[in-house]
């Protein structure tokens, strides 16, 4: 059951399993499941149905169902299969006892394709697989039987069951529905159901030789498990036939109702794993947890909150029409989220240093900083005042533009929690005539706020303390593509022909203020004035401090959402 309450927004799957309910179809019973292959990792898509699945049963008073749909061993790890339960767990989710595995059916799946085979619904098929293809047809043509279709049913048991005893290579036989070949729906032309591969099982080892489509297995695996909603997404709209076709053909426990709504589209990313794996294989991405993808391993280490993406599917909502969701609605609830719940901290990522000429050389003063503005039980720190001190080298400009309202020469500005400071001096590198350091003087009777004699400036910067200041990694983080919907590969362009070069950029010697030291991996920290950040939880440690940018402080969707509330 899951571990979140909320009261969620009405949907057209919602309507029909209250329909259902009202009526006592399946016995008054609500089961749903989630049934992931373990063929990659999870990604944002993936959470809309874990959100979906989950809160309806959770809603309605039934069960969901946690079950692996392992049918395709070559393409299935372990690995997978740990870190989809680890996601679901993370996203706020527990299936209890209900963890099944396809794999678990694998000998009644079997029983159930004999079944097929004595009652003539099924045959053993020998063309190639290209052979199939050829003879399948188009949109536009129907297909031709197969020169096999007509075996009798003791050939086809006989010739099963050697197929299942190993006797038979890869792919010189195949196991078929027999069904029409001249049906409009090209998944109805005798699909195959069972294919020979002699691959190593991540559970069943080399038991078995031979194992069932994804199409055979799903809807039967639903079936024995007594689920009433199978929920997925709208590419399966036209395997639903074969999925009903399949369950009226044999004598099975219950029919559940398969229903479609649309799959989760992002901008600027890509969901299909086939592209996610190019990605990681091919080394444009450091792995499956690369802050950069939508698998919810790269969001949960870029700093993304299960609370963040749990409201992001519910704002979303479901339906049937394909549409593609801005980023930046998701960027906005992380920013909600984060918002509430980050600490402040000050860090200068681009360090630029300042000496205050006029401050006691050997004094310290350590100062009080807000944690969060937004929850004041989060109490206070002390940040350490110091004559030499970071800023950020964006917040000076020698010669700045009429709207330039940061430091310049001759020009005063605040200092976060600290005094006002002028700029005196500016001293640069002989050689490139780049600033390397700025002298100032500071005003002690500004102290934490406001000048005794009312004169005002026009900015705030933060800052560190260079003798107390800890060094840091900083990894900003921007869109993997620079096209919205780089899958569009029309006018012969592949999606990785869209990658964004600079969706990474690393800053070396970064200064963080000295409670950051002990940053724990994972920690979620607002760096004041520049975005809001998290320490990796692979690359960071107390001695070689790491940290992620989530997301930045700016908001598009913030007056968008803001306005619907007032709408409301």
Same mark, same amino acid.
């Given at each position: 059951m899951s571990t979140v309450e909320s009261s969620p927004p009405p949907n057209f799957i919602r309507t029909i399993i209250a329909e259902d309910m009202?009526?006592?179809?399946?016995?008054?019973?609500?089961?749903?499941?989630?049934?992931? %292959?373990?063929?990659?990792?999870?990604?944002?898509?993936?959470?809309?149905?874990?959100?979906?699945?989950?809160?309806? !049963? !959770?809603?309605?008073? #039934? *069960?969901?169902?946690?079950?692996?749909?392992?049918?395709?061993?070559?393409?299935?790890?372990?690995?997978? $299969?740990?870190?989809?339960?680890?996601?679901?767990r993370w996203l706020g989710f527990d299936w209890g006892d209900r963890l099944y595995y396809a794999s678990d059916y694998f000998e009644q799946l079997y029983g159930y394709a004999l079944d097929l085979i004595r009652a003539g619904k099924a045959y053993v098929c020998s063309l190639s697989a290209e052979e199939i293809r050829d003879y399948r047809g188009t949109l536009t043509q129907p297909g031709k039987d197969s020169p096999y279709r007509n075996r009798s049913v003791e050939e086809n048991l006989d010739l099963f069951r050697r197929m299942r005893a190993g006797e038979f290579k890869d792919g010189e036989h195949v196991l078929r529905a027999k069904i029409d070949m001249a049906s409009p729906n090209l998944n109805m032309r005798d699909p195959v159901l069972y294919r020979i591969r002699r691959v190593n099982h991540h559970r069943t080892g080399d038991r078995w030789v031979i194992y069932p489509m994804y199409d055979f297995a799903h809807g039967l695996s639903d079936a024995i498990e007594g689920i009433t909603h199978s929920i997925c997404t709208m590419e399966y709209e036209d395997h639903r036939p074969?999925?009903?076709?399949?369950?009226?053909? @044999?004598?099975?426990?219950?029919?559940?109702?398969?229903?479609?709504?649309?799959?989760?589209?992002?901008?600027?990313?890509?969901m299909s794993k086939r592209r996610l794996l190019q990605l990681v294989e091919k080394g444009y991405v450091r792995g499956w947890d690369d802050p950069r993808l939508p698998t919810l391993a790269g969001m949960r280490r870029r700093g993304f909150t299960p609370e963040a993406i749990r409201r992001f599917c519910e704002l979303i909502g479901v339906g049937k029409k394909e549409s593609?969701?801005?980023?930046?609605?998701?960027?906005?609830?992380?920013?909600?989220?984060?918002?509430?719940?980050? &600490?402040?901290?000050?860090?200068?990522?681009?360090?630029?240093?300042?000496?205050?000429?006029?401050?006691?050389?050997?004094? $310290?003063?350590?100062?009080?900083? $807000?944690?969060?503005?937004?929850?004041?039980?989060?109490?206070?720190?002390? $940040?350490?005042?110091?004559?030499?001190?970071?800023?950020?080298?964006?917040?000076?400009? %020698?010669?700045?533009?009429? /709207?330039?309202?940061?430091?310049?020469?001759?020009?005063?500005?605040?200092?976060?929690?600290?005094?006002?400071?002028?700029?005196?001096?500016?001293?640069?590198?002989?050689? *490139?005539?780049?600033?390397?350091?700025?002298?100032? *003087?500071?005003?002690?009777?500004?102290?934490?706020?406001? !000048?005794?004699?009312?004169?005002?400036?026009?900015?705030?910067?933060?800052w560190v303390s260079a003798p107390h200041a800890?060094?840091?990694?900083?990894?900003?983080?921007? /869109?993997?593509?620079?096209?919205?919907?780089?899958?569009?590969?029309?006018?012969? *362009?592949?999606?990785?022909?869209?990658?964004?070069?600079?969706?990474?950029?690393?800053?070396?010697?970064?200064?963080?203020? &000295? #409670?950051?030291?002990?940053?724990?991996?994972?920690?979620?920290?607002?760096?004041?004035? @520049?975005?809001?950040?998290?320490?990796?939880?692979?690359?960071?440690?107390? #001695?070689?401090?790491?940290?992620?940018?989530t997301v930045t402080l700016r908001d598009t969707w913030a007056k968008i959402v803001n306005a619907g509330k007032q709408k409301e």
């Open positions: 009202r009526t006592n179809r399946h016995g008054g019973r609500v089961a749903t499941r989630f049934p992931p %292959e373990p063929n990659g990792y999870l990604h944002i898509g993936h959470a809309k149905s874990i959100c979906l699945n989950f809160g309806l !049963a !959770a809603e309605f008073g #039934g *069960t969901c169902n946690f079950r692996f749909d392992d049918t395709n061993p070559s393409k299935e790890d372990i690995e997978y $299969v740990e870190s989809i339960m680890y996601d679901v074969l999925y009903d076709w399949i369950l009226d053909q @044999l004598d099975v426990p219950c029919h559940p109702q398969q229903i479609e709504f649309a799959r989760l589209n992002l901008s600027y990313t890509v593609t969701v801005d980023l930046a609605l998701l960027e906005y609830c992380v920013r909600e989220d984060l918002n509430r719940r980050a &600490p402040r901290v000050m860090a200068v990522v681009r360090p630029l240093k300042m000496v205050v000429v006029n401050y006691p050389e050997d004094q $310290v003063e350590w100062l009080d900083a $807000v944690n969060n503005p937004e929850d004041p039980a989060m109490g206070t720190r002390k $940040v350490p005042f110091s004559r030499e001190l970071y800023i950020e080298r964006e917040d000076f400009m %020698e010669d700045p533009p009429r /709207k330039f309202f940061r430091l310049a020469p001759g020009r005063e500005v605040r200092l976060r929690y600290a005094y006002f400071v002028r700029c005196i001096d500016v001293i640069k590198d002989e050689r *490139t005539g780049e600033v390397i350091e700025l002298r100032c *003087t500071y005003d002690p009777e500004t102290r934490g706020g406001g !000048a005794p004699d009312g004169r005002q400036v026009k900015a705030t910067l933060h800890v060094e840091a990694e900083v990894r900003l983080y921007d /869109k993997l593509f620079l096209k919205a919907n780089p899958a569009d590969e029309k006018n012969g *362009t592949d999606f990785k022909d869209h990658i964004n070069p600079d969706s990474l950029q690393v800053l070396q010697s970064c200064k963080v203020e &000295p #409670g950051l030291a002990q940053a724990t991996p994972g920690s979620l920290y607002q760096f004041e004035r @520049l975005g809001y950040f998290c320490v990796d939880a692979v690359d960071s440690s107390p #001695g070689a401090l790491v940290f992620n940018r």
